[in-house]
T-cell receptor, first 117, second 112 residues
Framework: GAGVSQSPRYKVAKRGQDVALRCDPI?????LFWYQQALGQGPEFLTY????????KSGLPSDRFFAERPEGSVSTLKIQRTQQEDSAVYLC???????????????FGQGTRLTVV | AQSVTQLDSQVPVFEEAPVELRCNYS??????LFWYVQYPNQGLQLLLK??????LVKGINGFEAEFNKSQTSFHLRKPSVHISDTAEYFC??????????FGSGTRLSIRP
């Protein structure tokens, strides 16, 4: 596709339910990031992949959060036993190299809005 | 640790007026700085970035930003805004730990 695609766009989960959020990065992009954006806040870093390797997961808020990118392309963010505080927009971004490079940038998807009720 | 502060949560301006959105950063090392725009129900779009070189950086949609090392600032400016500039703007810094750290955002609202 032309850009980063995330699905679903909206997800309502009952407290305690497990959810899986999908990110399709731009084809060939090496780097993939997940961010959490609470209402009225800036995006907060969750985790970073370079190809299939998860190089940084320091932002994952608890062991209920798990991300994978097994073949170095599509990534899934899984949240187990969802809580109300997990309600947020989850953004995925991809980049052909690290986005600090002089000739590249991170492209963001439209996000998945998760509401835990 | 690197961080970004956007002091203004909301900035209302009249159409065709100039605007400045303020951003201050803290970092003990060389920085890469970014401005992103987020339109309603959309993802983030890169406006401009500073990596090195000229301190005045020009971006898309007529925006520009100036890197000021002594004041640790990276303010975003536009000489004349349009209704279509209504959005949330985020300043960000690249952390040496391979992550982009965002500020809390500034909501720009344009009055006709």
């Amino acid at each position: 596709g032309a850009g980063v695609s995330q699905s679903p766009r909206y997800k309502v989960a009952k407290r305690g339910q497990d959810v899986a959020l999908r990110c399709d990065p731009i084809s060939g992009h090496v780097s993939l990031f997940w961010y959490q954006q609470a209402l009225g806040q800036g995006p907060e870093f969750l985790t970073y992949f370079q190809n299939e390797a998860q190089l940084d997961k320091s932002g994952l808020p608890s062991d209920r959060f798990f991300a994978e990118r097994p073949e170095g392309s599509v990534s899934t963010l899984k949240i187990q036993r969802t809580q109300q505080e997990d309600s947020a927009v989850y953004l995925c971004a991809s980049s052909s190299t690290h986005p600090s490079g002089s000739d590249t940038e991170a492209f963001f998807g439209q996000g998945t809005r998760l509401t835990v009720v | 640790a690197q961080s970004v502060t956007q002091l203004d949560s909301q900035v209302p301006v009249f159409e065709e007026a100039p605007v400045e959105l303020r951003c201050n950063y803290s970092s003990s090392v060389s920085v890469y700085l970014f401005w992103y725009v987020q339109y309603p129900n959309q993802g983030l779009q890169l406006l401009l970035k500073y990596l090195s070189g000229s301190t005045l950086v020009k971006g898309i949609n007529g925006f520009e930003a100036e890197f000021n090392k002594s004041q640790t600032s990276f303010h975003l400016r536009k000489p004349s805004v349009h209704i279509s500039d209504t959005a949330e703007y985020f300043c960000a810094v690249y952390s040496s730990a391979s992550k982009i750290i965002f500020g809390s955002g500034t909501r720009l609202s344009i009055r006709p």
